[in-house]
Nanobody
Framework: QVQLVESGGGLVQPGGTLRLSCVASGIIFSIKSMAWYRQAPGKERELVAT???????NYADSVKGRFTISGDNAKHTVYLQMNSLKPEDTAVYYCKGQVNVRSGGAYYDYWGQGTQVTVSS
């Protein structure tokens, strides 16, 4: 069993900063990638940023230059530093990990429960 737990969400004023964290635990042989998604009310879940085990990153156009994804492979942790936050960044932020639970096994997606980010004055 693999669990992902996010933390760091909250209420922040426009222009402010937040740092989200996500820790994966349980039976983990390796992690191929970890990513942050978000879902605003009435909208579909969208990809925000991805970090691969090799260190490659990818960002949604809407957050480029403002958000930074980073991670600690040894701790199975990924972070999302969010700067210059805008009201349109308001959403529930979810962490996803592509995890292999045994040598030679397949990678499967595991999701956290989400953390609320609200940007408002």
């Amino acid at each position: 069993q693999v669990q992902l737990v996010e933390s760091g969400g909250g209420l922040v004023q426009p222009g402010g900063t937040l740092r989200l964290s996500c820790v994966a635990s349980g039976i983990i042989f390796s992690i191929k990638s970890m990513a942050w998604y978000r879902q605003a009310p009435g909208k579909e879940r969208e990809l925000v940023a991805t970090l691969t085990s090799s260190g490659r990153t990818n960002y949604a156009d809407s957050v480029k230059g403002r958000f930074t994804i980073s991670g600690d492979n040894a701790k199975h942790t990924v972070y999302l530093q969010m700067n210059s936050l805008k009201p349109e960044d308001t959403a529930v932020y979810y962490c996803k990990g592509q995890v292999n639970v045994r040598s030679g096994g397949a990678y499967y997606d595991y999701w956290g429960q989400g953390t609320q980010v609200t940007v408002s004055s």
